[in-house]
């Protein structure tokens, strides 16, 4: 963990941001820009524009690349954090960004200070990084695939938990004060105190766990579920009270998986204490204690910051509506593959009839056999693929470095390093990874599962003031449920598998001898064959 450099900030003129920018337009389509299209959006000549590429490049703040089909640019992590901290420093939200200091499991937190030297965290999401990177070989144009981009999903992220985090500061939730976000950043109100995660002794576990689970029940009582509500997204106060963080995942309680959700919530914060303070409780809430006071969900999923999400059907599932089911996609994906197969099933059919006429209604039945369990097999690589597809998603790296520097070259801040270096994400609640597999999803336990390690620090109150002792344990992430929204990678495998589907398919009826066609023409012309023998043997 370090600081994120934001030197070049000074130094970089309008023409620069002008082609940063033109390059995270042409990523809406293209995953590697070519020179000549970032040229004309940024209404630059060709030379100068080239010029000011080299120099990006070189600050890294684009990367060139080459594959077989195209070269051109695109941004990097720096690239697109500075596009967003330029406008956040041009809104005079921030005046300088300070040590990291924290990691999530899509994110790096910061330090960030006002001209007033008031500070605040500015998360940074990284959602997606790797996988696309991995990808881009075998793919230069992705036409409708921006919505799958670490671009897209890392704003995404950011437009919801600001969206979550203002509604519930609002109505006096205890969660950080939202100041303020742009493409992947937010920035918010630096919470003092330290990670549950980090907390090993307290004076008064019951009380601490009565009002966990009391936040929990608010939360579901206004429609809402955190959905990684753990030790790592809670922070304790000096005084023991605790504030909520980290919103991306959060679901409406009309969710068709909501009480599975809910339950884990709670079963998270059941274990935690359990583990940690060897404290047990026969109370805990259950999803039918809920008494909807309000709908913030709804209200939430009204707003004009979800309604990019809304248009992408990925957002809450809104009350009433199976839309966000995931059963529901589940089965569209196997509706998808049906589909295509009773397409192929048709055909089939047609030239077995056109073949067989002659021959009757024999073979019709040992036809229709055929099909099932070729579509029985083609489901079941569907649905493998689908796991594929979805265990592509990985975090990402983290940044390097320290100190505090302003953008404008003159603040600093003493005791930045203040919030030092903190564990990663993950939920420490061990809920055995059988119990942990909602039972309807079909991939968020894929994308659950992350191996990790990490740091974590113990924290023992000393005079009402907490101190830390280093300790190392390495935590295996399966209660917590990945920001990715799952929809997206649904939508994402949807789209994938039909075009593969429809590919491999067109591949069958090019091969002649894999010909799927032929072999049922062929079976069925043996069984025709045989049973004319028989008739001929019995007379
Ligand atoms: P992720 O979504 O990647 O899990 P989080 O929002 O949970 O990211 O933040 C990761 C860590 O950063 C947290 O565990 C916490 O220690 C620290 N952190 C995040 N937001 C704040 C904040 N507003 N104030 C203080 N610390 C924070
Ligand atoms: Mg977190």
Known sequence: MGKLNVVMLRYLSREHFRVLTA?????????????????????????????????????????????????????????????????????QVINSVGNQMGVGKESDIYIVANTEEQQFALKLHRLGRTSFRSLKNKRDYHKHRHKMSWLYLSRIAAMKEFAYMKALHDRKFPVPKPIDYNRHAVVMELVAGYPLCQVRQM????AVYSELMDLIVKLANHGLIHGDFNEFNLILDNDD???????????????????????????????????????????????????????????????????????????????????DDSTTEVLELVEDAENELNFLISESRTSDNDLCSSEGEADTAESEENTQRLSMSELSSALQKAGEQAALWEPGEDAEGSAIISFKG??????????????????????????????????SSTLNEEFRHYSEECVVPVAGHRTRTKSISSVRSVGSCSTIPPELVKQKIKRQLTKQQKSALKQRLQKGEANVYTKQRRENMQNIKSSLDAVNFWG
């Open 410 to 443: 003159k603040g600093t801040i003493e005791n930045a390093a203040e919030v030092e270096n903190q564990a990663g994400q993950g939920g420490c609640c061990k809920v055995k990874e059988d119990e942990d597999e909602c039972p309807e999803l079909v991939d």
């Open 241 to 323: 009270h605790a504030t909520l963080i980290d919103f991306p995942q959060m679901m409406s309680t009309s969710h068709p998986n909501a009480e599975w959700y809910f339950d884990r919530d709670v079963n998270c914060i059941k274990e935690f204490f359990k583990k940690r303070f060897n404290y047990e409780s026969e109370l805990f809430p259950t999803f039918k204690d809920i008494r909807r006071e309000c709908s913030l969900d709804r209200e939430i999923a009204a707003t004009g910051y979800t309604k990019e999400m809304q248009e992408d059907g990925e957002l809450l599932c809104p009350p009433g509506s199976d839309e």
């Open 23 to 91: 390059v995270e337009m042409g990523m809406k389509n293209h995953e590697i820009v070519p020179a000549s299209l970032i040229a004309s959006i940024a209404n630059l000549k060709h030379g100068g524009c080239n010029k000011i590429l080299r120099e990006l490049v070189k600050h890294k703040l684009l990367a060139y690349e080459r594959t077989k089909t195209v070269q051109g640019y695109r941004l990097t992590n720096a690239g697109y954090d500075y596009l967003a901290l330029k406008t956040l420093s041009s809104r």
């Open 203 to 206: 004076e008064d576990p019951a």
